[in-house]
T-cell receptor
């Protein structure tokens, strides 16, 4: 039981390049999330997927796209990377949405640098 | 919209001393509340959670937190800090879409 896995762990991009961050969970969770973490700002929600086949914007979606490939996998794509997207990216999953979100389980993160 | 405030950016305590990390939240109903810990270069690990019931909740690694509705607070405590507790701690509240996190408190432990 690996929990939430993310690839790659580290990535350096040049401005304008594209890349996809991969995330998979083996806990049979319905909901998956992408956050970015920047110093002094906590974690900010980029996109989330309440269930397979649905995706919605979070707090900071500009410059990103997502795909919920199946129940297990949720990818985040940067179409044209910018230095402002230098950050640590975390994927998370949880056991669905009710009145409020239950606890989330996090992957180890991807450290992305855009030069 | 919900929000979380962690007023202390950085705290230093001596090993063996007690610890309290502050968290204040804003939410329109009874909140689901969480504390997570992040060691350097790692992901976030859930320490404890509050959904309802007893306002004093126990977590892993000897941590506990107390929900005080009148003060909109959910402070994290530990009676005796160990050097391995040095990390960043995040308080979060459950919204309808996702968790909302505070900006974190970095804990340093002096020998």
């Amino acid at each position: 039981n690996a929990g939430v896995t993310q690839t790659p762990k580290f990535q350096v991009l040049k401005t304008g390049q594209s890349m996809t961050l991969q995330c998979a969970q083996d806990m049979n969770h319905n909901s998956m999330y992408w956050y970015r973490q920047d110093p002094g700002m906590g974690l900010r929600l980029i996109y989330y997927s309440a269930s397979e086949g649905t995706t919605d914007k979070g707090e900071v979606p500009n410059g990103y796209n997502v795909s919920r490939l199946n129940k297990r996998e949720f990818s985040l794509r940067l179409e044209s990377a910018a230095p402002s997207q230098t950050s640590v990216y975390f994927c998370a999953s949880s056991d669905g949405l009710g009145r409020q979100v239950y606890e989330q389980y996090f992957g180890p993160g991807t450290r992305l640098t855009v030069t | 919209a919900q929000s979380v405030t962690q007023p202390d950016i950085h705290i230093t305590v001596s090993e063996g001393a007690s610890l309290e990390l502050r968290c204040n939240y804003s939410y329109g109903a009874t909140p689901y509340l969480f504390w997570y810990v992040q060691s350097p270069g790692q992901g976030l690990q859930l320490l404890l959670k509050y959904f309802s019931g007893d306002t004093l909740v126990q977590g892993i690694k000897g941590f506990e937190a107390e929900f005080k509705r009148s003060q909109s607070s959910f402070n994290l405590r530990k009676p005796s800090v160990h050097w391995s507790d040095a990390a960043e701690y995040f308080c979060a509240v459950g919204g309808r879409r996702a968790l909302t996190f505070g900006s974190g408190t970095r804990l340093q432990v002096q020998p």
